[in-house]
């Protein structure tokens, strides 16, 4: 997974500041970052406050484990369908 330069924190004070009536070219230049970049943080990220965040966190991550288990449950019941298939 890429790694961004801003922490969630971060890009939630980035927010707060554009909300707060900053323009976001200024923001930007500010910061270093794109325009593009504020506004695909603004959708993902706009009105969660920190505790929002740490709860998308751990369900991407439960989501993630979930995907891996049925990957892998899947996998192993071709595997038997195929042993099976051969007999």
């Not at 707060?16 to 325009?35: I, K, N, W, Y």
């Not at 993902?44 to 751990?58: C, E, L, P, R, T």
């Amino acid at each position: 997974m890429k790694m961004t330069r801003f922490s969630e924190p971060q890009i939630l004070a980035i927010l707060r500041q554009a909300e707060g009536g900053v323009p976001v070219g200024e923001l930007c230049r500010e910061h270093g970052m794109s325009t593009a970049s504020f506004y695909k943080w603004r959708a993902k990220y706009g009105g969660m406050d920190a505790s929002m965040i740490s709860q998308m966190k751990s369900l991407e991550d439960e989501n993630r484990r979930l995907k891996r288990m049925f990957a892998d449950l899947s996998m192993q019941a071709d595997l038997l369908k195929e042993a099976l298939g051969k007999k």
